[in-house]
């Protein structure tokens, strides 16, 4: 089993360009979130999917940040326009739901964007 | 609202001394907490969850809903438990999992 797998590892962009992250997350699980993590700080969450409906967007800024689910599977966060300020590292993670023992997220290795 | 706080970025050790790495949060109901661990070069992964009661790599965390807190503990401390922690909620069964700042545990030899 790969587990949750993300691509790119990383990304470089020019500030104003659009960037596109992409996850496949556990054959299964029926959860998936999207998180950013700056540096020297915990995730912040900006979006989650109960199969292909977004669940939770509340801290999703979309004005230039969008994301899909399609099918229930895959998902890919986009950015555009992207700012200086988007550099961090963008985080997918699935899970199966809850279970008698709580829900279990399982984290893939992470999108590192920079932003020049 | 929601909120989980650890007010220690940096924890350092001697390896064989006791460890606790603190948790506390804000939340109305009876919540569902978590530790997630990142070691070195590796994923984030979940350590354990209170609603286990379970103790992984001799981690143990209680939950004191008094307190808000939902410490993480282990008495002797190994080099290898060197890494990143995040304390972890999730309010209701319906409800999104927010992390902490994290606490970056350096165990000295």
């Known amino acids: 089993e790969a587990g949750v797998v993300q691509s790119p590892r990383y990304k470089i962009i020019e500030k104003k360009q659009p960037v596109a992250f992409w996850c496949n997350p556990i054959s299964g699980h029926n959860t998936l979130y999207w998180y950013r993590q700056n540096l020297g700080q915990g995730p912040e969450l900006l979006i989650r999917y109960e199969n292909e409906e977004a669940v939770d967007d509340s801290q999703l800024p979309k004005d230039r940040f969008s994301a899909e689910r399609l099918k229930g599977v895959d998902s890919t966060l986009k950015i555009q326009p992207a700012e200086l300020g988007d550099s961090a590292v963008y985080l997918c993670?699935?899970?199966?739901?809850?279970?008698?023992?709580?829900?279990?997220?399982?984290f893939g290795s992470g999108t590192q964007l920079s932003v020049l | 609202a929601q909120r989980v706080t650890q007010p220690e970025k940096l924890l350092s050790v001697f390896k064989g001394a006791p460890v606790e790495l603190k948790c506390n949060y804000s939340?109305?109901?009876?919540?569902?907490l978590f530790w997630y661990v990142q070691y070195s070069r590796q994923r984030l992964q979940l350590l354990l969850r209170h609603i286990s009661r379970e103790s992984i790599k001799g981690f143990t965390a209680d939950l004191n809903k008094g307190e808000t807190s939902f410490h993480l503990k282990k008495p002797f401390a190994q080099e290898e438990d060197s890494a990143m922690y995040y304390c972890a909620l999730k309010g209701t069964s319906y409800d999104k999992v927010i992390f902490g700042p994290g606490t970056s545990l350096s165990v000295i030899p």
């Open positions: 939340y109305s109901g009876s919540p569902e």
């Open positions: 993670a699935s899970s199966s739901g809850l279970t008698l023992s709580g829900e279990k997220l399982f």
